[in-house]
Structures are given as C-alpha cells and as structure tokens.
C-alpha cells in the first residue's frame, strides 16, 4: 500500500496485497559517490546482520574505514553482532530515522518500484527487489542519499 496523487473529488484505485510475505534489504550507501553494497533476505536478524558486516567488510579497499551510521534496532545492538575491524559504526538518536540518509533509499524504492504492485510468490518479491536495487545508479544513489551533514564542504 501506497499513497497516490489524484485529482480532488476522484477515487483511484490501487493494488492491494492481501497475504503478506517479508523480504528486508540490507545496504550501506557511500552518499558522496553513490557506491553501495546491499543484500535481501527474508528475515532480519543478528545473524543476517553479520553475514551484512562481512559483505560491506569485503567490499572496502585494503586501506579503507568505513563509518555506518545505524538505527538501534535490536539486531544492531546484540551482543552476537560481529563488526569487522574496517567497519565502525555509529549508533542514531534514538527516534531519529531522518538522520540516516539511507532511510530516505527506502521509501524511494517503495514509491517508485515496489508500491502498488501485487506479487505473485515470494520468488517474484525476489526478483522485484533486485531488479528495482538494479536500478539504481550511483547519481540516482548520491542524489537520493544527499546529506551535507555528512559530506565534506569541499565535496559538495
């Protein structure tokens, strides 16, 4: 479900998806390049959170850090969390959803590939979700994630 425009007075309809199925996306957004990392699964959990920190982990160059900022769900903060050594992260406020840029990726996806559409299983939530991550370009990316408290003066 989605909000719509239309015209005052009209009654648009949209798709309504009555059996529900999870599918979470897991990503890290470098906001001044677009470069990203990302990974669905069906449930979000301390252990798909690690098999997360490993990816983006593997993702960075030999001599890069990286800084990832996090909300403090309960997954984030376990005690069997495993961050690697070339990742540090940085917890939010909280309540504080609007100060994490990638907050902003989601609904994006949602309002331009994913809401209003009734899926048939959960392989084609699946391919839908990878297909709309397909998507997105490194501008569309940088855009989206655009968030001068977080880039160097000099980048803007």
Known sequence: MTRVWARRG?????????????????????????????LQAPHVNTGTMNVFLRMLSGHLGKDEVAALLMDRAGWHRSRGLEV???????????????????ERLWAYLRSHYLSNRAYDDYEHLLDAGADAWQQLTPQVLKSVCACPYLTPEKER
């Open 10 to 38: 009209s009654r648009p309809t949209a798709l309504k998806q009555t059996r529900y199925q999870w599918l979470h996306l897991f990503a890290a957004v470098e906001p001044a390049t677009g470069d990203s990392v990302a």
């Open 84 to 102: 690697p050594e070339n990742i540090v992260v940085l917890y939010l406020p909280p309540y504080s959803p609007e100060l994490n840029p990638v």
